[in-house]
């Protein structure tokens, strides 16, 4: 596969080459394909990232990593959550991916109706890894009380959401 890079000064009109980077994770994720490599280069993506392309066994994952010896960080501050629970790092029916050495952080609500996930793995799928990854900071702060809890924002999650299909071989 190819090598694809980001980094917080390029564009997602380039070519996302090493000395023409994409600007953006997600569109990273919207490019890549089996076999394929995205490095991305330390500093803070403030940006959801849905993962929906899929690896395969046969062309390899699909891999996002921070760039060697560099640390990128998706930080939810400031983010709404989209369909009222959703994660900085969403895997929607995604295979064969891996997310690794990333920093993903401050992602919050003061709402009883919404819920902050760090990473979100939901649908179906098979070979996902999350390596060596730092979640932290995903809160709330919605009131609530015994009777009525009903204020969640969680690290990872995981949601099969396609029976008889399932999520398998999460490592």
């Known amino acids: 596969?190819?090598?694809?890079?980001?980094a917080t000064n390029g564009s997602d009109g380039k070519t996302g080459s090493s000395g023409s980077p994409w600007q953006t994770i997600q569109h990273a994720a919207d490019t890549a394909k089996a076999g394929d490599t995205v490095l991305?280069?330390?500093g803070v993506y403030n940006e959801h990232v849905t993962f929906s392309k899929s690896g395969s066994p046969s062309g390899g994952p699909i891999t996002f990593a921070s760039a060697p010896g560099e640390m990128a960080t998706l930080d939810g501050t400031g983010l709404g959550i989209p369909q009222h629970m959703w994660g900085l790092a969403t895997f929607n029916n995604a295979s064969n991916v891996v997310l690794e050495g990333f920093e993903i952080r401050n992602y919050a609500t003061n709402s009883t109706r919404d819920v902050p996930i760090g990473i979100f793995v939901t649908g179906?799928?098979?070979?996902?890894?999350?390596?060596n990854n730092s979640v932290h900071?995903?809160?709330t702060t919605a009131q609530t009380t015994p009777k009525k809890c009903n204020s969640n924002a969680f690290g990872i999650t995981v949601y099969g959401t396609q029976a008889p299909a399932a999520i398998d071989g999460l490592a």
Do not use: K, M, P, R
């Open 1 to 6: 596969g190819d090598t694809y890079y980001v």
């Open 40 to 42: 991305v280069h330390g």
């Open 124 to 131: 179906a799928g098979s070979g996902l890894q999350l390596v």
């Open 137 to 139: 900071d995903i809160t």
